[in-house]
């Protein structure tokens, strides 16, 4: 496998290059800033909707964590990436796009229920 040294201060353009479709989707972001992660920088970001509630982890290796939870049914879509570059990151927002949009969960994606939160 090649070593990857992904540029994670570009989750934030990228994101930001699909605003309009986020600001549609009622999609609010938060990135936060690179952590050193125990020498494994990662960079952390959640996004929310009435909707929808997300996460997406990127490691500097490329790895990276796509998990988003349908509020209303607690239907929940998970998928594990290796990105090589903005390319391949383009691919995972597309992929989250039509997942928000229209329901498509992205190809080897993990679909499953969502516990819910104890009301006791």
Same mark, same amino acid.
């Given at each position: 496998?090649?070593?990857?040294n992904?540029? %994670?201060? $570009?989750? @934030?353009? !990228?994101?930001?290059?699909?605003?309009?479709?986020? =600001?549609?989707? &009622? %999609?609010?972001?938060?990135? @936060?800033?690179?952590?050193?992660?125990?020498?494994?920088?990662?960079?952390?970001?959640?996004? =929310?909707?009435? !909707?929808?509630?997300?996460?997406?982890?990127?490691?500097?290796? &490329? =790895?990276? $964590? %796509?998990?988003?939870?349908?509020?209303?049914?607690?239907? /929940?879509v998970?998928?594990h990436?290796? +990105?090589?570059?903005?390319?391949? %990151?383009?691919? +995972? *927002?597309?992929? *989250?796009?039509?997942?928000?949009?229209?329901? @498509? /969960?992205?190809? !080897?994606?993990?679909?499953?229920?969502?516990?819910?939160?104890?009301?006791?």
């Amino acid at each position: 496998m090649p070593i990857v040294n992904f540029p %994670l201060d $570009e989750l @934030r353009p !990228a994101v930001t290059a699909r605003a309009e479709t986020w =600001e549609r989707l &009622g %999609l609010e972001w938060e990135i @936060r800033p690179v952590a050193p992660n125990h020498g494994k920088p990662v960079v952390v970001s959640g996004f =929310e909707s009435a !909707a929808w509630l997300g996460s997406l982890l990127i490691w500097i290796s &490329g =790895e990276a $964590e %796509l998990d988003a939870v349908r509020v209303a049914d607690n239907h /929940a879509v998970s998928k594990h990436y290796d +990105l090589t570059g903005l390319d391949d %990151l383009e691919v +995972l *927002l597309g992929e *989250l796009d039509a997942l928000l949009t229209d329901g @498509r /969960a992205p190809d !080897a994606a993990v679909i499953h229920q969502h516990p819910s939160p104890s009301t006791s």
